[in-house]
């Protein structure tokens, strides 16, 4: 889970599942077989760099947390192929997490949680309904925007589906839409949140490869709005072909209210990411500012946080912050084996190697990342397959900055989709829709993803464009 909802919100149903066939079971057991003989294979041979592998998707199918199965993987293999003390190992976890970077993390978690519970949510989609409710899939579309906007603020998918679909998809079943539809759309929308700034994917990734926070920001900010453009247009064509109802068509002076009540929930966004790229504050800087200003309009502008909301914040807030930086820790110690056996240069060799062009490679590297999107978050799919993939997309000439826009479009896709999608699992907790409804109600919308992320992939510039104007006139 990339960030913390409100845990009074909803209960994600997992007893909707059936347990697994017996096919699955027999694929379960040779799978494990097989990684068992990888393993004392490279125990024979002195593979460090096979066991290494081989005991963390052991220990994943034995259904150990990503963090524990990337920690002992990683200290197992230490402990048996080299000659390094296990207490030297406590200098390199600190310094993995001895980044000024990182500390925006548990800042911009505090203020997603903040900003969920502080009325936020509520007067976005009131002002984004009455400027496009009255066309065909309007409230759908409403949606899609609102995800965008919320998605700005709390930088987390399962949030914003939690905060936007909450009220929407309620709205829309009483004005008609049919249930399946609503849930497809905001559950689809609701991956947005880690891709339009601030977003906390996009930070992991820069600390992993050592890029510019600033850059990825702005780098997300034209993708994102050809995806919010591409659901918007599925909503709407789906509405048209289904004749569903319409609001009627808001006045002037309730548009003007509407802008009215939201000034301050879109002026947090303006103020956060813009004061990065007018040089006032740094990104890590200006998540600390988003707390302070989520509190302020919260309790004493909206008026719907309280002093008793925080309790519950700070601890979810400590919680998610604690479980991702688990995650990076144990997945730097990962980074540093693969460093000592050269794999990431062993990869880069091997696909340069085979004349591979830019092209091929950008479509291995989207295979990849959506197997990888089945069975892992996006914390720990960044943390391990960026300092392989990185050098070797380096070396192709792709461009870092693009690239990591390219992993975190196929994080969202992982996000939408089962087993691990955990937007489904949201959408299914709030709705009480079973897991497989939600799947099926998402699909014409994840096929705008998967367009809009071919389209990323393959023009640079949709990424690229807006980092490089503004830091060419900086």
């Known amino acids: 889970m990339d960030l913390s909802m409100r845990n009074n919100n909803y ?16 694929t379960s057991i040779l799978l494990i077989g097989a990684l068992i003989i990888g393993v004392i294979y490279s125990i024979q041979t002195g593979n460090m760099g096979l066991a290494l592998f081989s005991l963390l998707f052991l220990l994943m199918l034995m259904g150990l947390p990503i963090a524990i199965a990337l920690g002992l993987a990683s200290f197992l293999s230490i402990f048996y192929f080299t000659t390094d003390p296990l207490p030297d190992l406590a200098g390199k976890i600190f310094s993995g997490l001895n980044s000024f970077p990182l500390m925006a993390i548990p800042f911009f978690v505090l203020a997603g949680n903040i900003f969920t519970t502080g009325g936020v949510a509520k007067r976005l989609i009131n002002l984004t309904n009455v400027w496009v409710g009255h066309i065909p899939g309007g409230l759908s579309i409403a949606g899609v925007i609102s995800c965008a906007l919320f998605a700005a603020i709390s930088g ?9 679909g909450g ?15 609503a849930v497809g759309s905001i559950s689809t929308a609701g991956s947005l949140g880690i891709l339009i700034p601030p977003s906390i994917p996009m930070i992991i990734y820069a600390v ?7 850059k990825l920001f702005l780098a997300g900010i034209i993708p994102g709005i050809l995806l919010v453009l591409l659901l918007s247009a599925v909503s709407f064509f789906i509405a048209k072909k289904n004749n569903y109802a319409k609001s ?9 209210t509407a ?3 939201a000034i301050w929930s879109l002026s947090l966004p303006i103020v956060v990411i813009g004061g990065i790229y007018a040089g006032v504050f740094t990104p890590t800087e200006s998540a600390a500012i988003a707390v302070i200003l989520g509190v302020v309009v919260g309790l004493f502008i909206h008026k719907d946080l309280q002093l008793k909301d925080f309790p519950r914040i700070l601890v979810a807030s400590a919680k998610t912050t604690a479980m991702l930086f688990f995650i990076i820790t144990m997945a730097k110690t990962f980074a540093f084996i693969l460093t000592l056996e050269r794999i990431p240069q062993a990869l880069a060799g091997i696909i340069t ?3 591979v062009d830019v092209i091929t490679f950008l479509l291995i590297v989207n295979i990849l990342l959506f197997i990888a999107g089945q069975f892992m978050e996006p914390t720990a799919i960044i943390t391990i397959l960026a300092p392989i993939l990185f050098p070797v997309a380096i070396a192709l000439g792709v461009d870092p900055i693009h690239f990591g826009i390219i992993m975190v479009v196929n994080m969202e896709i992982g996000m939408i989709t089962p087993p691990v999608g955990l937007n489904l699992y949201v959408a299914s907790g709030i709705t009480k829709m079973p897991l497989i409804d939600v799947t099926k109600a998402a699909f014409p919308w994840l096929i705008a993803v998967v367009i809009g992320l071919i389209l990323i992939t393959y023009v640079p510039a949709i990424s690229l ?7 060419n006139l900086r």
């Open 11 to 26: 209960e994600v149903n997992q007893t909707q599942e059936k347990p697994p066939s017996i096919s699955k079971r027999i």
């Open 156 to 164: 987390s998918s399962p949030a914003t589906v939690v905060a936007i």
């Open 167 to 181: 009220i929407m998809i309620p709205a829309m079943e009483k004005h008609g839409y049919d249930k399946k539809y």
């Open 208 to 214: 992993t490869v050592d890029q510019s926070v600033g």
């Open 248 to 256: 009627e068509k808001a006045t002037f002076g309730e548009r003007m």
């Open 259 to 261: 802008f009215r009540k």
């Open 353 to 355: 190697g085979w004349n």
């Open 465 to 471: 464009w807006l980092p490089d104007l503004i830091y």
